[in-house]
């Protein structure tokens, strides 16, 4: 079983920035890409960042430019680095490890993490 813990969230002033981390632990093999979402409320969950484990990212056009994901294969860990937010950045923030190859398994999975609340507001 694998899980993900997220961290980093929390309350800013817009302008500010926040870095979240996503943490996962079990008996992964490997993490071959991570992706980042959002869900403002009342709204869709989007996709708006990608990064593969080879460190290729691509971005959503909103965050295109302020935001920054990055791995690090060996802790199994992802950040999303998050400058200049504003108000219409407020959300709750998903990772997503996809897909994951597991320790004496074939076969391939995805997790997700629990979600983390972040609020831009002065």
């Known amino acids: 079983q694998v899980t993900i813990a997220e961290s980093g969230g929390g309350l800013v002033q817009p302008g500010g920035s926040l870095k979240l981390s996503c943490v996962a632990s079990?008996?992964?093999?490997?993490?071959?890409?991570w992706i980042w979402y959002r869900q403002a409320p009342g709204k869709e969950r989007d996709l708006i960042a990608n990064?593969?484990?080879?460190?290729?990212?691509i971005y959503a056009d909103s965050v295109k430019g302020r935001f920054t994901a990055s791995v690090d294969n060996d802790e199994h860990t992802v950040y999303l680095q998050m400058n200049d937010l504003k108000p219409e950045d407020t959300a709750v923030y998903f990772c997503?490890?996809?897909?994951?190859?597991?320790?004496?398994?074939?076969?391939?999975?995805?997790?997700w993490g629990e979600g983390i609340k972040v609020t831009v507001s002065s």
């Open positions: 990064v593969t484990s080879s460190g290729s990212s």
């Open positions: 079990g008996r992964i093999w490997r993490i071959y890409s």
């Open positions: 997503h490890a996809d897909p994951v190859s597991l320790l004496y398994y074939q076969a391939l999975y995805d997790y």
